[in-house]
Structure formats: structure tokens, C-alpha cells
């Protein structure tokens, strides 16, 4: 299958799917929307304020330790939450993509059984994508600290900010490249039992395109741009909808100023940020899962392999009636 092919077959999949893929990860999508809400609620407006005075390195030491919270908190319930969605996704489209009927309580036994060491690979794909992200504010940090301990002739500073800016672009550039190089790390994981590193290294073999075979980064392209247009008509629709609806705002005006008004509007607003969630990750998951097949039937003959097990089941089946 070219990209296109690829795209139409993984959306097809998920129109056969996705009722059973959304009440599967409906409980697993709310640590990835507490993650959120935690981080930009609670850590974030954090840095905003301080409490050290003048001191640059007690704010420093303030906004580190916010940030510790942020990572030590956040991360594990969005690591959480993506790996149980990944694991039951990836296995309800290998079933869909194998012929096989899927069956939910096999599939919710099995991600539970696996899923501490599906958390290591989620966790190391997270560190791939966000690592120079996560240096950046290192250094930024760091560079703030210099410059309040040495004369302003000390170049450490400057050099350190370069540092700052230069990981930043480079993280913000790399994000989209790393998350496609290694799309595949999941299903392989899950679908070979390789440990973290093997598993993304088999990830960027079957990516990779030569003078005959199309490279796996003309779909993931694609897979970008949609589910981009599926952010953008989930708010846009959200909000129009909120628009259309005064209850939420007559309710708020009524308890202005009140704990349950401050707690409604949180919730409210954290809504759009659920829905994206809770269809983007299924998304990503069911395209990934085609492509791992697509891969493998290009490069390793997959779909030849499958048959012979197929016809060595039949001809078993047949010598037992015999």
C-alpha cells in the first residue's frame, strides 16, 4: 500500500473500531487529562510566582523543584495513560488486521499483564521526543544562576543562554522527526516482545525506503497534517457548541466567586482537551498498527509468512478429522 492507501485503510479500521476503542481507553485518556491539568493548572502558573524575593537562586531553586513536581507527577499519569491506550489499540487492530475476532477481556488482561514493561518503552520514546526540550530549561536555569554569581564581563551567561536557545530550536524541530522515526516502537513492543531499544531500533529499520520500497515517512506526513485538522474541528466545534449552550454560563454567573464555580469552569474547560485526547491518541495508534503491517509485508514478506501459517493450521486442522 502507498501512503494514501495506508491512511484510507487505517480510517477504515477505525470506523470498525472505534466504538470498542473508545470505551476501552475512556478511564485510560483521564490520567493523560489529569496529566495536563496538573501540569498547566497547577505547575506552570507555579513559575509565575515566587516567593524567595530578589534572590536568583532561590527563585531558581523555586522553579526547579516546580518543575521536578511537574516531570515527577505529570509524566508518570500521561505515561500511564498512553501505554494502556497504546496496548489496547495496537492489540484490537492487529485482530482487525489478521482476520481475528477480537476479545475485549483477552485484550484487557493482556495489557494489564504487560503494561510495566510497555511503561519502560513509553517512557523512553517520551525522553527521545522531549529531551532537548527538557535540556533547554536546564540551561535556562542554569544561565539565570550564572549570571547572578559572576561579574557581567563573564561570558558563561551569554554562552550558556546560546545553549538555551539553541537546544530549544533543536527540540522543537526534532519533536515531530524523532516521534515519526520511532512510530513504530509501540506495535513492535508490543506485537514482538522486544525490549525499549531494540524495538526503536527495529522501528527505524522499518521506516526506512530505498530505490525500490517507499519510506514509512510519506504516511506519517499525512498522519500529521490529519490529525492537526481533527484538533482544529474538535475546538472550533467545542466552542461553537459552548456558544450555543447558556446553561454553563448562566450557572457560572450564579456561582461567581464560589468554589463549585471555579471547580465547573476548570472542568469545562478541560472538555476540549479530553475529546482531542481521547480521539487523537486512537488515531495515532490505529495508523501506526496499519503501517507496522505495511512495513513488514515490504520488507520481510509478512503477508506470505501469515499464509503459510494459515495453511499449516488448515492442513493440521485436516489430518486431525482424517
Known sequence: MNSSEVMDMAMRVYQNLGRNILQMTAVSTLFCLAAFAFVFFYALPGLTTTQAGDNINAQVGEAFVTLLMAVGIGAPLLVF?????????????SDFMLGNIPNAQTIRETARRILPRMFG?????????????????LFMMMSAMVATNTEESNLTAGF???????ALIIGLLALPFVAGRHALTIPIAVMEGLSPWKASKRSVQLMKGSAYVPSGYNTILPLYILMSFLLLILFLGYSALASLVPAGEAFLNAEAGSAVGAVFS????????????WTLIPVWCTTTTVLYYERRIRWEGFDI????????????????EL
Do not use: K
Open 81 to 93: 495513560g498512553v501505554t494502556y491506550s497504546s496496548l489496547v489499540i495496537v492489540q484490537l487492530v
Open 121 to 137: 518503552v513509553v517512557f523512553f520514546e517520551t525522553i527521545l521526543c522531549f529531551g532537548a526540550l527538557i535540556l533547554s530549561g
Open 160 to 166: 550558556i543562554s546560546l545553549l538555551t536557545i539553541f
Open 266 to 277: 476548570q472542568a469545562t474547560g478541560l472538555i476540549p482537551l479530553y475529546l482531542a485526547l
Open 305 to 320: 509468512e501469515a499464509l503459510a501459517q494459515d495453511v499449516w493450521r488448515a492442513d493440521r486442522r485436516s489430518r486431525f
